[in-house]
Nanobody, 127 residues
């Protein structure tokens, strides 16, 4: 069982930045593709960014390209999401997710691809 704990959310003015962290425990972090998802009120959970096991592949949804950066430090069992130039439409609960126990790496963009989730951290951007 993999435990994921997010941190770094908060309230920020439009144009500001936040850095989310997700610390993993209970497994072999370096073997998991990871993803950051977000869910706004009344909307479905959607991928914001995803990263392969070794950080050699990344994916960004179009609305965050050029503003968000996903990275990981396998020595620290942590994945990050650097969010710059934040907009009010980025307001959501952000979740990190791990795809554990599968053979292949790569980046995965559907919530159904992941089998371990954190509790979420709220990001609120005001104009």
């Amino acid at each position: 069982q993999v435990q994921l704990v997010e941190s770094g959310g908060g309230v920020v003015q439009a144009g500001g930045s936040l850095r989310l962290s997700c610390a993993a425990s209970g497994g072999t972090f370096s073997s998991y593709p990871m993803g950051w998802f977000r869910q706004a009120p009344g909307k479905e959970r959607e991928v914001a960014a995803a990263i392969g096991r070794n950080g050699d592949g990344t994916y960004y949804t179009s609305s965050v390209k050029g503003r968000f950066t996903i990275s990981r430090d396998n020595a620290k069992n942590t994945v990050y999401l650097q969010m710059n130039s934040l907009k009010p439409e980025d307001t959501a609960v952000y979740y990190c997710a791990a795809r554990a126990g599968f053979t292949y790496s790569g980046t995965y963009t559907s919530p159904s691809n992941y089998n371990n989730w954190g509790q979420g951290t709220q990001v609120t951007v005001y104009s």
